[in-house]
């Protein structure tokens, strides 16, 4: 289907990758991985068109349509149905050589194009959007609300609608976890489970990528490697690999120190001179060895200790929590304690933002009833996404942190901030040459080094790279302090929450049970709900049906026009020609006086009789055309 050959990429004159080889076949899922800047996106734009590969080849099977998701989104006035919609751009070609045809009254054109359109299923396809947006979180009643109207984070879930919705033969997938939430990632595992096209998928979600993908290709060392099986096979392959190479690479090292060692002793010694002189050619001879994959480039990420852990950190006593005028909380009764580990569970828009927003002390939502009683002991560190935005580009990392520790050396400083990975002078970089993950990495640095026994995280692993959401895992695993955390990461979910809460309906309880039985309550909740918008869909059905019956009585009209007409025609003639004959029938116009007129009758009489017989024939031509037209109608 598509395969690249000994291509190298480059960007701003820098190697990405060099001299590789790839190929994908049709229906294959295939997870593309790799350390930030290794040339994953450079990849799919080289694949996409967007970018040109600097040497090699790239072959692509005929008319291989190749479908990758916007990475923004303008202000537009269109609904999010229609903009979904426009992701079928074979369906709005159509459409508008439709328009054309009505306007300029081509019924032949009309009747082709209903034709084609019949042939894509067009009428089922609003139906398809509608599903599409509902399972990515969009309520019935946002189908209809413009693309201006909808955040940062929706406006890309309908960039994913609009890919999703596409006929393609090869799907590229770059990072289509970050904008959702745990429900919605659910819904696309299962909706891409039975996607039919060939998928490239850039996540740093490893359950992701376990439960979809078949074959891994990593970027190592600006080489792709290619494995079979899915991400967990591939980590535990690699990891082989890893130790085989460093055994051959320690074994040629000690092989390598043997030989200089017996050079350096005896290469100006007279009795071992030719001894030496040979070692000295196998040392030439042994190149230097270079480890394939590389090494572990993973820092200890490490959470400290907090100064002072109360028994009950917070409690919220029959509180009620809204936005101007809409309640997103009702009646709560909750505490938080010591050594807690909670995960938030809920669909989007129920209210877990929310609910980490009045821990954190935030002031909207607004509390309009009951309390919020924190213990004075109590010190929280809130991490949002927001956060990120409040760095200060021009500033470094050390900068960042003394303003936040200001009783902490540079030093300490320092050494807190290579625990998160900015060592070897990294904390010296402005923010503004940092990545998305080493941005979100700082942030949670300057909010854990204030040493909080309440953390509260609200989608922490949004922008970091797998290695980093591995570390950021073991390290709350190790964190002695309590934890309330909102994610789509199930792998962080299970391995850092012992309890559950769902929210829903304005109320929160505590969830009995783990994440496969959340994703089984999901399905069933789903179910009810495809059931409720199938009953939206009949009624869109029947206008749909209703309006094919327009646009199919407009295509006959034409013919039952000139049905009509020949009808008219045929019955004239029939009277002409009984008028004709009824002054024929008088005895009188036989008369020798007559003979005239009876010529004339006769000549008329004839005349009449072949008009009937044109009639005749054009009615019955005209009858079979609408025939045919209404057979053919009847089979779309």
């Not at 309440?454 to 922490?460: A, F, I, N, V």
Request: hydrophobic share 35%; with cysteine.
């Amino acid at each position: 289907m598509l395969s690249l050959k000994n291509i190298t990429i480059s960007r701003a004159g820098t190697n990405l990758i060099e001299n590789s080889d790839l190929i994908i076949y049709p229906k294959e899922c295939i997870g593309l991985v790799g350390n930030n800047g290794t040339g994953k996106s450079s990849l799919f734009a080289a694949i996409s068109g967007r970018l040109d590969i600097d040497s090699g080849e790239l072959e692509k099977s005929d008319n291989l349509h190749i479908v990758e998701v916007k990475q923004e989104t303008p202000a537009l006035d269109k609904t999010a149905l229609e903009f979904v919609l426009d992701g079928n751009t074979q369906l709005r070609q159509l459409e508008a050589e439709l328009k054309q045809a009505e306007e300029k009254n081509n019924h032949h054109k009309i009747a082709l194009l209903h034709d084609e359109l019949a042939a894509i299923s067009a009428y089922s396809q609003k139906a398809k959007a509608q599903e599409l947006l509902s399972g990515l979180g969009f309520s019935v009643n946002e189908h209809n609300k413009t693309v201006k109207e909808f955040s940062g984070g929706f406006r890309m879930r309908l960039n994913l609608a609009q890919a999703l919705m596409a006929n393609s033969d090869l799907l590229l997938l770059d990072e289509p976890t970050n904008h959702l939430d745990l429900d919605t990632l659910f819904w696309l595992q299962d909706f891409l489970h039975k996607h039919s096209a060939a998928k490239i998928i850039i996540a740093h979600d490893r359950e992701f990528l376990d439960n979809l993908c078949t074959k891994i290709i990593s970027i190592e060392n600006k080489k792709l490697y290619s494995w079979a099986g899915n991400y967990s096979q591939y980590e535990k392959l690699k990891i082989e690999l890893l130790e085989q190479e460093k055994a051959s690479f320690q074994k040629q090292e000690a092989k390598r120190a043997h030989l200089e060692k017996f050079v350096a002793k005896f290469r100006y010694k007279a009795s071992k001179a030719k001894q030496a002189q040979s070692r000295l050619k196998a040392l030439e001879k042994l190149t230097k060895q270079v480890l394939i994959l590389g090494q572990d480039s993973s820092f200890p990420l490490s959470l400290p200790v907090p100064e002072k852990t109360p028994q009950l950190l917070i409690k919220l006593d029959n509180l009620t929590a809204a936005y101007a005028e809409k309640k997103i909380l009702n009646s709560v009764h909750l505490k938080i304690e010591r050594e807690e580990r909670i995960g938030l569970l809920g669909k989007n828009g129920a209210g877990k933002s929310s609910l980490i927003k009045i821990l954190a002390g935030l002031d909207n939502p607004k509390i309009i009833a009951g309390k919020r009683n924190i213990n004075p002991d109590t010190k929280i560190a809130y991490f949002a996404q927001h956060q990120i935005d409040n760095l200060t580009l021009s500033e470094n990392a050390l900068f960042h942190i003394q303003k936040v520790c200001p009783d902490f050396s540079t030093q300490e400083c320092r050494n807190f901030l290579g625990g998160f990975g900015f060592g070897n002078k990294r904390d010296e970089v402005p923010i503004l040459n940092f990545s998305g993950g080493e941005k979100a990495r700082l942030a949670l640095a300057l909010i854990i080094a204030q040493k909080p026994n309440l953390l509260l995280l609200d989608e922490p692993t949004n922008h970091l790279d797998l290695q980093t959401r591995e570390q950021l895992t073991q390290s709350l695993q190790d964190y002695s302090g309590t934890l309330v955390i909102i994610s789509h990461d199930r792998n962080l979910l299970r391995n850092s929450c012992d309890k559950f809460l769902l929210i829903d309906n304005c109320e929160i309880k505590e969830y009995d049970g783990d994440l496969d039985d959340y994703r089984q309550y999901l399905q069933t909740r789903n179910k009810e709900n495809n059931n409720n918008l199938s009953i939206i869909n009949q009624d869109n059905n029947k206008q749909a049906k209703r309006r094919e019956n327009a646009e199919k009585r407009e295509i006959l009209r034409p013919f039952k026009k000139n049905l009509e007409i020949a009808e008219k025609e045929l019955d004239k003639a029939n009277k002409e020609l009984e008028q004709i004959q009824i002054k024929l029938s008088d005895e009188t116009i036989y008369q020798e006086e007559r003979k005239q007129e009876l010529k004339t009758l006769l000549e008329k009489e004839n005349k009449a009789k072949n008009a009937l017989n044109n009639a005749e024939a054009k009615w019955l031509h005209t009858a079979e055309e609408l025939e045919q037209k209404e057979a053919e109608l009847s089979q779309e």
